[in-house]
């Protein structure tokens, strides 16, 4: 029956409430028609007065006080502040009494009449949906079956004995019997027009409600809230849509390898998202290869293999498509039933959004169309904010790159003449003051080391953009400016012609050169300093060897030990998760360190 009458979400879950000025303008509506129909019957009335009615005075009169009604209900609705909805079903009463009322002097099947069924079953329709619509043609069939029996009852000698008690002329004709078959076909008819136009109504204000959904949505996204909260705001809003215990959202960089798991998940104090990196091993797992956009999959009763709906971009459902690519999802996150979409980022950011164990789903079909048209909606809303906080911080690296040229140009210039001033005003003092000579050294090297320190501030808080073809030519200029600036004899060897990195991962390798260096300058004491790129194994292999004290630990230390016991560099550390690769550390105190990173090669992205 699904494909019949609109389900849960449809009916009652999903439904978008109206606003008050809403509400006013349908009745206003409403109550328009109802003068139009009701002046145009008692047009049809007066051209032909005696085809297919009992008798047309009584109907006249009819006519005029339902007219009137109607007036006075159109004035009402022009000058109250709001319509009630006691109003609305008083209103609603008197339209569903008048057409069978008129039944007893018209035809309900061939006359113009029985428009006013069809105005009443639009009215709900309008005014509420399908179950309402329906409702109110099952009171107009009940209503007009209870007619049927008082006329075959003897409706009309009660009424003449009643107004001759009244001392009031009797009514004068006999009111239409009304034919069983008939009443029959009419009822039908009815019952079959309500269904229809409920249906109609439902799939049009699920369609409004859908609308209603993602235009909330869309205008809950602000750029001060960041990536994150924007995502927990879309993700949990899609959660409480249909009642998922989680959703998660696995994101792949175009130009990286490294996925990225956003979950959303309940909590006592409402809805969390934690952010996490799929590991290497379980990427496709999140990131598969499927032929369908969207996916629904329940488990079979056996709890062998899934029961899979799929439809592709375009919505069409495709048919006897394995999915074993659901396998691998399974045995890394819990579920009997799920949903998943394609959610894609602009050009930069491709993956999938999944809703575990959805309480409140009804055809899968329609539910992941809907699904479909809410991912193409927001996704890019969600590239957006990730736009503006990538050129705000385009913007923060370049009034960083204004402040370092500031630096350069004003106070590490006035500290360079400085100290050169000194160390013309201590070779001259010679060994005639040595207690002189000396605090002037001693206040030289402080203005070196001054001057090194800032421009290594400066040389961080520079932006730049190196590639696969010039990283090389970077790191090599980074190490001899470090020779030069320090003293330190250093050397930079590379058995690579070429980087096999991402943009990304180039300049994460450029910045653990340098920060491997202000390590080396600042707490080593070395002489000499040798980095060195070579392909080791299939991967990419930075070594930075040093003469000086070493760590504080001897021997060699992967990266799980030093994460366990905090010793090395930790943003060293941290560079080298964000490239998935492994660091290693090997120490004699006293006699130097060796700095290794290992990063595994950049891997073609995968969308599914």
């Known amino acids: 029956m699904s494909w019949i009458i609109p389900t849960y979400r449809g009916l009652w879950r999903f439904r978008a409430p109206l606003s008050p000025g809403e509400i006013r303008r349908t009745e206003r509506w409403l109550a328009t028609a109802r003068v139009a129909l009701t002046i145009a019957a008692e047009f049809a009335l007066w051209i032909e007065p005696e085809r297919g009615f009992v008798y047309s005075r009584w109907l006249h009169w009819l006519l005029i006080v339902y007219l009137a009604h109607a007036v006075v209900v159109m004035l009402l609705l022009r000058f109250r502040p709001q319509s009630t909805r006691a109003f609305r079903l008083v209103v609603h009463a008197i339209d569903i009494i008048w057409p069978v009322l008129i039944s007893l002097f018209a035809s309900a099947q061939h006359g113009p009449f029985f428009l006013f069924f069809v105005f009443v079953m639009a009215a709900a329709a309008y005014r509420w949906g399908l179950w309402e619509t329906v409702g109110t043609a099952v009171i107009a069939v009940a209503l007009l079956e209870a007619e049927a029996y008082a006329v075959q009852a ?30 029959f076909m009419s009822s039908v008819y009815l019952v079959v027009l309500g269904f229809l136009l409920g249906y109609m109504s439902e799939n049009q204000k699920k369609v409004r409600a859908e609308r209603a959904v993602i235009t909330r949505v869309l205008s809950s996204t602000h750029v001060e809230a960041g990536l994150t909260g924007t995502m927990q705001q879309i993700l ?22 490294r996925v990225f798991l956003a979950e959303v998940s309940r909590v006592a104090g409402g809805e969390v998202l934690r952010w996490r990196e799929a590991l290497p091993e379980t990427e496709k797992a999140y990131i598969f290869d499927s032929p369908g956009d969207a996916i629904y999959a329940a488990r079979n009763g056996n709890g062998n293999g899934f029961r899979t709906v799929l439809l592709n971009h375009e919505g069409v459902r495709l048919r006897e498509v394995s999915s074993e690519y659901l396998d691998g999802l399974a045995r890394l996150e819990k579920f009997e039933t799920m949903v998943s979409v394609s959610l894609a980022f602009g050009a930069e950011w ?30 890019p809303a969600i590239y957006n904010v990730y736009l503006m906080r990538r050129l705000r911080e385009r913007a923060g690296a370049l009034e960083r790159a204004r402040f370092a040229r500031e630096l350069h140009d004003g106070a590490i210039q006035s500290l360079i003449a400085v100290e050169m001033q000194l160390d013309v005003l201590r070779r001259q003092s010679g060994t005639q003051a040595p207690v002189v000579n000396a605090e002037l050294g001693r206040i030289q090297r402080l203005l070196r080391e001054e001057v090194l320190k800032l421009r290594e501030l400066m040389q961080a808080m520079k932006s730049f953009e190196v590639d696969a073809d010039r990283v090389l030519g970077f790191i090599s200029d980074t190490v001899e400016r470090f020779r030069r600036e320090t003293g330190i004899a250093a050397e930079f060897v590379s058995e690579l012609e070429r980087v096999d990195l991402a943009q990304k991962g180039c300049r994460e390798l450029a910045r653990i050169v340098q920060e491997s260096l202000v390590n080396v300058r600042k707490h080593s004491g070395a002489h000499h300093v040798l980095v060195r790129l070579a392909q080791r194994a299939g991967n990419l292999q930075l070594t930075v060897e040093d003469d000086g004290k070493g760590f504080s630990f001897s021997g060699r230390l992967s990266h799980r030990e030093l994460e366990t016991s905090g010793k090395g560099p930790a943003v060293i550390r941290e560079r080298v998760r964000l490239l998935a690769g492994e660091l290693a550390i090997e120490s004699t105190p006293g006699h130097g360190a060796r700095l290794e990173v290992r990063i595994p090669p950049a891997r073609k992205a995968s969308h599914g």
């Open 154 to 183: 003897g409706l009309e000698h009660v009424v003449d004995r009643w107004l001759h008690m009244a001392h009031l002329p009797r009514l004068g004709v006999s009111v239409r019997e009304l034919d069983p078959q008939q009443l």
């Open 236 to 257: 949990g809003e899609v959660m409480s849509i249909f009642g998922a215990t989680r959703v998660l959202s696995a994101s792949q960089e175009a130009n990286s390898y």
């Open 350 to 379: 491709a993956g999938r959004v999944f809703l575990f164990d959805p309480a409140m789903m009804g055809d899968p079909e329609e539910e992941m169309r809907f699904l479909q048209e809410f991912a193409q909606q927001v996704g």
